[in-house]
Every structure is written in structure tokens, then in C-alpha cells.
T-cell receptor, first 115, second 116 residues
Framework: DAGVTQSPTHLIKTRGQQVTLRCSPKSGHDTVSWYQQALGQGPQFIFQYYEEEERQRGNFPDRFSGHQFPNYSSELNVNALLLGDSALYLC??????????????FGDGTRLSIL | QKEVEQNSGPLSVPEGAIASLNCTYSDRVSQSFFWYRQYSGKSPELIMSIYSNGDKEDGRFTAQLNKASQYVSLLIRDSQPSDSATYLCAVKPPNAGGTSYGKLTFGQGTILTVHP
């Protein structure tokens, strides 16, 4: 049973560039959430996708956008990269449609470095 | 006031001792509470979830929840050096519209060191 997979594992970009990160949820999960984790901090919620729609959004600028595909996989896009965007980007998946409390399971993350 | 607060530590305990990790949250309607363990350079790993007041035990781990005091804790019995990690407390609001999606709000994490 494959868990949450993210790609790439590491990425180096320069200021002003654009980046796309990818996530495949755990088998059977239908919801994908994205988090940004700066060094020494807890993860910060970016947004969450369920049924191919953005359901909730954290306090991140419009430079951060996303998408969920019919197979539940998801992409996170960041435009006009800033030095402050350097962080570990985490994808978490869960099962929403049961209506019961379901924990989120994290992938290994993408380490993004901006030069 | 931060939404979820944890002592950043580091918390240092000897091998075999009980480690006690604490977390407070500000949103009184929060419904679900989670403890994640994160080793250095790795992603968070779920170790406990708790949804109702009281204690929940799983092996060496016990989660305690007191919604009146807006307080959740994690006890690790017989601490081992392999328990050395950052422990993240996460809080989730009530379920929305018959589904269970919703964002997690994390504390900054408590660094635990278990020394032999």
C-alpha cells in the first residue's frame, strides 16, 4: 500500500522563477493538503483540495496556486519565487468523504531552495 | 496569542524516564487533536490522535485531552534514545458538511532528547 509520494525531493531555483511540486495521495485518500515548513517551525497550512476544488486556504499570497486532478493527485505551483519561499513543502492526504475524523498522513516532502 | 502553543524545548530526559509534552490551543471549537513525530530532515509521522476528553493509550504513548482547559498532552513512557525527535501538536476544527476535511494548525514543536 503506497503512502503519500512527492516529487521532486529536492529543488534549487533562483529568485523570480516558477516551480511546480507534485503529490500523489495515499491509496484510497481523496483529499490533499499542502503545508510549508520553515526551518525550526511547525508546518503552515497553504491550501487544501477536495473533489478537485480548493476548499480552504491559509495566509499565503496568490503566487501560491494549486490543482487537484480526477485521480486525486495534486500540484502546488509557486510563481515569482522569493528567497523566503525556501522551505520544506509537505503534502498530506486524508479521506474526507466518510464524515468521520480522519488524520492526515504526510509525504516525505520537497526541499525547495531559492538562490 | 498563537493558535497552538508548545514549549520549544529542548526537553531532555534520561533513558527509561517519562517524557511529558504539552500543548495549548486557542480555538475553543477545535475538535480533533494529533501528535506527530518528526525526525531531523524527515516528514511528520502521526503517532497519536485524540478526539474526546480523557486519556488515550497506545503502547508507550498516552495522549491526554482537556477541552475545558484547551490543553492536550503526550506522555512517553520508558523513553528511548530513538524517541529523540521534534514532537508537533496539531489541532483541527469541527468537520465540515458531512466530510472530515479541514486544515491542521500546528504548534512550533518541542524538541525531545533522550540521553542514555
Amino acid at each position: 500500500d503506497a503512502g503519500v509520494t512527492q516529487s521532486p525531493t529536492h529543488l534549487i531555483k533562483t529568485r523570480g522563477q516558477q516551480v511546480t511540486l507534485r503529490c500523489s495521495p495515499k491509496s484510497g485518500h481523496d483529499t490533499v493538503s499542502w503545508y510549508q515548513q520553515a526551518l525550526g517551525q511547525g508546518p503552515q497550512f497553504i491550501f487544501q483540495y477536495y473533489e478537485e476544488e480548493e476548499r480552504q486556504r491559509g495566509n499565503f499570497p496568490d503566487r501560491f496556486s494549486g490543482h487537484q486532478f480526477p485521480n486525486y493527485s495534486s500540484e502546488l505551483n509557486v510563481n515569482a519565487l522569493l528567497l523566503g519561499d525556501s522551505a520544506l513543502y509537505l503534502c498530506a492526504s486524508s479521506l474526507a468523504r466518510t464524515g468521520l475524523n480522519q488524520p492526515q498522513h504526510f509525504g516525505d516532502g520537497t526541499r525547495l531552495s531559492i538562490l | 496569542q498563537k493558535e497552538v502553543e508548545q514549549n520549544s524545548g529542548p526537553l531532555s530526559v534520561p533513558e527509561g524516564a517519562i517524557a511529558s509534552l504539552n500543548c495549548t490551543y486557542s480555538d475553543r471549537v477545535s475538535q480533533s487533536f494529533f501528535w506527530y513525530r518528526q525526525y531531523s530532515g524527515k516528514s511528520p509521522e502521526l503517532i497519536m490522535s485524540i478526539y474526546s476528553n480523557g486519556d488515550k493509550e497506545d503502547g508507550r504513548f498516552t495522549a491526554q485531552l482537556n477541552k475545558a482547559s484547551q490543553y492536550v498532552s503526550l506522555l512517553i513512557r520508558d523513553s528511548q534514545p530513538s524517541d529523540s525527535a521534534t514532537y508537533l501538536c496539531a489541532v483541527k476544527p469541527p468537520n465540515a458538511g458531512g466530510t472530515s476535511y479541514g486544515k491542521l494548525t500546528f504548534g512550533q514543536g518541542t524538541i525531545l532528547t533522550v540521553h542514555p
